[in-house]
């Protein structure tokens, strides 16, 4: 469901002109694609715990070296989650565009960017989209790879704040590091709320960062 420029996207904020494919990066795609369709179809017919990366591979016709290029674990390749590296300065670019909105409200964007930019069309993410709604083991897979991310964010965040203390909320309470960590994990949780319901229900709009947040602020008062 996820798509392998996902990190990209969120770090950028905004949907570029997609360059001129070229052959090489044409096969990647395919091989990719053809490891996803065979973890999400053996899944689909012998359940999660009887599926393995030597079936996965032999049914997408790859070897088990070529399926490590493209996902880390089976699990990986089940939910569509490949390796994510992000660009600090594009983050920090993309914090830059969202001003003036405070570190939590432009990390709850960014995160719900990234939900906006998962595949939900295509045979593929039908399928994962049923069998993560059905499956909780899936669904936890899925919640916490598509953000797999966060451990590099909180660090960019914290020098993005080192370098504008003057977007801070907590400066005299917390140290940067305190405060990135903590935008973070409740700007993650409530992306996760979003992301599953989003998945429960892939027709179902999915809902502005200011909703979200006003939901949060109902919750912690």
Same mark, same amino acid.
């Given at each position: 469901m996820a798509k392998s420029d996902q990190a990209e996207s969120m770090s950028t904020g905004v949907a570029d002109e997609p360059p001129s494919e070229t052959l090489r990066e044409r096969k990647r795609r395919e091989t990719r694609t053809a490891i996803e369709h065979a973890a999400i179809s053996l899944v689909d017919e012998l359940g999660y715990d009887n599926v393995t990366v030597s079936m996965i591979s032999e049914r997408a016709v790859v070897s088990q070296g070529t399926f490590?290029?493209?996902?880390?674990?089976?699990?990986?390749?089940?939910?569509?989650?490949?390796?994510?590296?992000?660009?600090?300065?594009?983050?920090? /670019?993309?914090?830059? *565009? =969202?001003?003036?909105? #405070? $570190?939590?409200?432009?990390? +709850?964007? &960014?995160?719900?960017?990234?939900?906006?930019?998962?595949?939900?069309?295509?045979?593929?993410? /039908?399928?994962?989209? *049923? =069998?993560?709604?059905? #499956? $909780?083991?899936?669904?936890? +897979?899925? &919640?916490?790879?598509?953000?797999?991310?966060?451990?590099?964010?909180?660090?960019?965040?914290? /020098?993005?704040?080192?370098?504008?203390?003057?977007?801070?909320?907590?400066?005299?309470? +917390?140290?940067?590091?305190e405060e990135a960590n903590l935008v973070v994990a409740e700007a993650l949780e409530a992306a996760k709320f979003a992301l599953a319901r989003t998945t429960a229900d892939p027709g179902a709009p999915l809902p502005e960062a200011a909703e979200v947040e006003a939901v949060v602020r109902r919750i912690v008062g």
């Open positions: 490590f290029n493209y996902f880390p674990t089976k699990d990986a390749a089940i939910v569509g989650l490949g390796p994510v590296n992000l660009d600090p300065a594009a983050v920090h /670019a993309a914090y830059d *565009r =969202l001003a003036p909105a #405070t $570190p939590y409200h432009a990390t +709850l964007m &960014l995160f719900l960017k990234v939900v906006r930019d998962l595949d939900w069309t295509s045979e593929i993410a /039908a399928m994962r989209a *049923r =069998l993560v709604a059905q #499956t $909780p083991a899936l669904m936890k +897979l899925f &919640l916490d790879g598509t953000f797999g991310f966060v451990s590099d964010f909180r660090s960019i965040l914290t /020098a993005y704040l080192e370098q504008h203390p003057e977007i801070r909320t907590c400066a005299v309470e +917390l140290t940067p590091a």
